[in-house]
């Protein structure tokens, strides 16, 4: 199958038209008229899932997270962009198997069945609202602790943390998540805040907006970025088995390298 066709699928299902602007998605590398055996799907293109793939003769990858890291977020004075030692090593596994690349970010994120539904549907909530990365919905009067296990049963969520008493009583009704580090920017929480939400779900939490939440009266989940987008991942690689008879999909977990000590 050429590499086109499996663009044009994927298109299908995560329109260019819901990407966010200036958000860097789609076909990024690579010949479209390239002939593909075997698509990889991936959260991230770290350089061990990149050697995995080429291992297992990918020939078309997939992936959520941006190819390569951003000129500003690190420093080697003199050193070329693509000399700087992950960006190069990640672009040596690419070339070694000259595999296509597309990268499904905020357009998978909004789309139909992509990791902002995703999400939603782990809270078990009725949306009733759709935002930029953001659903809010109403659930049947629950306290914190059910919330929080349903999340459990539906994700594998480790080292959640909590702004708000998982201990209280108290029921909530109307609960909002948010694809992004939503909970690193005050006017998002504002935002989910004057929409009604009692619970706000998201990634990003600092410890100066665990104070504004509090005082403001909102309760924070955050949850590790990968528990959300990995399985997001996973379920485009199943809906791409389902479309792509012609090829063989394969997903490449995520193993997180942070221990808690």
């Avoid at 399985?231 to 942070?258: D, G, I, Q, R, T």
Wanted: a negative charge; proline letters at 3%; charged letters at 25%.
């Amino acid at each position: 199958m050429l590499a086109s066709k499996i663009v044009f699928a994927l298109d299908s299902i995560a329109p260019a038209s819901l990407a966010a602007e200036d958000d860097l998605f789609g076909f990024v590398i690579g010949d479209l008229n390239r002939d593909v055996e075997t698509v990889g799907v991936a959260w991230i293109p770290s350089v061990k899932v990149l050697a995995e793939a080429v291992r297992q003769q990918v020939d078309f990858l997939i992936v959520h997270e941006p190819l390569f890291y951003e000129e500003q977020s690190f420093r080697f004075p003199g050193i070329e962009f693509f000399e700087k030692p992950s960006n190069y090593f990640r672009l040596k596994k690419i070339f070694e198997r000259d595999m296509c690349v597309y990268i499904a970010r905020s357009n998978y994120d909004e789309c139909k069945g992509g990791t902002a539904d995703l999400l939603a549907d782990a809270l078990r909530i009725s949306v009733t609202e759709k935002f930029r990365a953001g659903r809010i919905g109403s659930i049947e009067d629950k306290p914190l602790s059910e919330i929080i296990t349903n999340l459990q049963g539906n994700l594998t969520c480790e080292n959640i943390k909590i702004v708000g008493d998982v201990e209280s009583p108290r029921k909530y009704s109307r609960v909002g998540c948010y694809v992004g580090p939503g909970l690193a920017y005050r006017d998002i929480i504002e935002e989910f805040y004057l929409k009604g939400c009692q619970v706000l779900v998201s990634y990003g939490l600092s410890e100066e907006n665990s104070v504004y939440a509090s005082e403001l009266g909102i309760v924070l989940v955050e949850l590790e970025r990968h528990s959300v987008e990995a399985p997001a991942m996973h379920s485009l690689a199943e809906k791409l088995e389902s479309a792509l008879k012609e090829v063989k999909v394969k997903f490449f977990e995520h193993e997180s390298l942070v221990a808690s000590f």
